[in-house]
């Protein structure tokens, strides 16, 4: 594969990758960020995979369940036809709550004809360290592990098990199934069991997707994202994983590697904003009390991330023993980026915080938390503002004063002061409003280099850097501001590449970059929109969306060059910023129309 042409499944609990051949490359049980049963993605000798084997005269097809998290692949050889639908069983329990077990479910529906097909079944457990041995039992399979340490896996399944586990062909004549469980079930499952779990499953991702409202344009992309979204959700805890996967690189061959299976609470925030203005409030909600939960003491500073668990210490290893994708070490997990300082985390949070509290005033459960953050975020932000950081591309080595972090310290107090007037406490308003007002003179001075015409990376700097082109999004400035104009200009100059962004182009603790980051190309298209030139950026916008797989998914990067998909996968970054881009333009292309049909009486 030279593409990342996989499409993700999942239940809010975990999640896997299932190539565009059927095959699962990708799977940790029983949560996001267990370790691996399946890491062919990470290394195609050891890292094990479960895969469905045809001869070459099929041809196979993958597509999802419209609105659903449900992966079909449909295998086709003449009058032989089957289709494989993937999914991690979630549904509404009949007492309350979610069935979301850690489990795997391949049901194997029978089209037409005799088609035949074999499995290839190679867990390799605990990340491929040390050995996995496979037992056929009376009622299932069995793996097992006593590497780093003991871990097992079951699989159940309707077809001879002995033929599964030695790779025989198997015919099919009727709907048949798989089921990958973390845990041994205690009742057996059967063909009856999982269509009906299957169908459970459709139903909750098709009632989950009915409140995402309709879009004149882009609406199945703005859905596909949305579900893509919350599967990158923790319903346990709250949280909002950056990606599903750990160290697929920026660049082929190349050490920017990482695990992106933590929150991040700048790349959750911005997608439960996103979330919570496609109107699924529930997700916001429960993303605000993990946030309440992280911050018992009120001198407590908050991290840059966190478990999905809340863990707040992130230990980073290497597992030499995995080659890497495509032969890119080194393969991490954990992530040592939790110790830094990085300013912009505060404004926003209080960005997220502010937009749930004036759309819901009058039901907010934990408000009075709320509030305690608020004044404790502005005691942070009034004493540390003036202190550089590592900023949010997080460079590992000196610290700077970053534009985007001095701009989101502003945001925090505008933010702020907006909760206070919520909650109708004004005591405190004269003094925030000098700090609001000081932060924003202090950019202005520092930040503009009219050398270069724009807002540059950091103060003194002559480097673009596309995170300045939020400072828009944010109300910091207006979009026909003429500096901010400017900004964009010098920006698409400098950093646009065959129409993808470098999110800058200095060197790093690793070098030049030299792969585009998705958001921002999405960045840079919005900006496009805000200062009026909304015909070049809707072409922009659809030759970026042509980049996308086959299911419309994005990664984290592009290449320059061949467009191929890089880094972590699904990236939630990609997709909150698709969405609002494809906002935009549905809203842009409804207000047209309504002019045109005014303009007609």
Not at 424 to 452: F, M, S
Not at 563 to 575: D, E, I, T, V, W
Request: hydrophobic content about 35%; proline content about 3%.
């Amino acid at each position: 594969m030279n593409n990342l042409d996989y499409g993700i499944i999942g239940n809010c609990r975990s999640a896997a990758l299932v190539s565009n051949r059927g095959s699962v490359d990708w799977c940790c049980l029983p949560e996001f960020d267990s370790s691996s049963l399946f890491a062919k993605l990470l290394d195609e000798e050891k890292g094990g995979s479960f895969e469905v084997l045809v001869n070459d005269s099929y041809v196979i097809k993958q597509r999802y369940k419209k609105h659903t998290a449900v992966l079909i692949t449909k295998f086709t050889s003449g009058e032989g036809v089957f289709e494989i639908r993937d999914f991690m069983p979630r549904y509404r329990k009949a007492e309350g709550g979610y069935n979301s077990p850690p489990e795997v479910i391949r049901y194997i529906k029978h089209i037409s004809g005799k088609p035949k097909f074999s499995v290839k079944y190679d867990p390799r457990l605990e990340y491929a360290f040390g050995k996995t041995e496979t037992y056929v039992k009376k009622n299932f399979i069995v793996s097992l592990t006593h590497g780093e340490k003991f871990d097992t896996c079951f699989l159940y399944t309707s077809f001879n098990k002995n033929a599964v586990v030695e790779g025989r062909e198997l015919e099919i004549t009727e709907d048949g199934y798989f089921l990958l469980g973390y845990n041994e079930k205690l009742f057996q499952p059967s063909v009856r069991k999982m269509y009906t779990e299957l169908e459970r499953t459709k139903v909750y991702w098709l009632n989950w997707s009915s409140k995402t409202p309709n879009y004149k344009k882009y609406n199945s992309q703005i859905s596909r994202s949305a579900i893509t979204l919350k599967l990158l959700t923790y319903d346990k805890s709250g949280a909002v994983l950056a990606a599903a996967t750990t160290s697929l690189p920026e660049t082929i061959g190349e050490v920017r590697n990482w695990d992106y299976r933590f929150c991040w609470i700048r790349d959750a925030s911005m997608a439960i904003k996103v979330i919570g203005e496609l109107g699924h409030r529930n997700v916001a909600k429960r993303y605000l009390q993990f946030i309440v939960d992280l911050i018992p003491d009120k001198d407590e500073k908050l991290q840059i991330m966190y478990g999905i668990n809340k863990e707040k210490k992130l230990t980073e290893r290497t597992l030499d023993h995995l080659s890497g994708y495509k032969g890119s070490k080194p393969v991490r997990i954990g992530n040592a980026a939790y110790k830094q300082r990085q300013n912009d985390i505060y404004g926003i949070l209080m960005d997220v915080i502010y937009e749930q509290l004036s759309k819901y005033s009058n039901d907010t459960e934990n408000g009075e938390d709320l509030w305690g953050i608020t004044k404790g975020i502005v005691w942070i932000v009034s004493h540390h503002w003036k202190e550089a950081d590592k900023g949010i591309w997080e460079f590992r080595t000196e610290d700077r004063h970053f534009t985007f972090s001095k701009v989101l310290c502003w945001v925090a107090i505008d933010r702020a002061i907006k909760v206070a007037r919520l909650f109708r406490k004004t005591h405190k308003l004269e003094k925030w409003t000098q700090l609001e007002q000081e932060i924003k003179n202090d950019i202005h001075a520092n930040a503009w280099n009219p050398e270069v015409n724009a807002f540059t990376q950091s103060y003194g700097s002559p480097d673009m850097d596309a995170s300045v082109l939020l400072m828009e999004s944010y109300g910091f400035i207006h979009a026909k501001d003429p500096k901010f104009v400017s900004t964009v200009h010098a920006i698409e100059r400098e950093l646009s590449n065959d129409g993808l962004l470098y999110r800058y182009k200095n060197e790093d603790d690793f070098g030049l970059p030299s792969s585009s980051f998705t958001i921002c190309t999405f960045w840079f298209i919005n900006s496009l929109f805000k200062i009026g030139e909304k015909e070049k950026a809707m072409k922009h916008f659809d030759t970026l969306l042509s980049y996308s797989n086959h299911l419309g998914l994005f990664s984290e990067d592009i290449d320059f060059k061949t467009k191929r998909l890089l880094g972590n996968f699904p990236q939630a970054y990609s997709h909150l910023a698709l969405i609002e881009c494809a906002i935009n333009f549905s809203r842009q292309e409804s207000e047209e129309q309504v002019l045109a049909s005014i303009n007609k009486l």
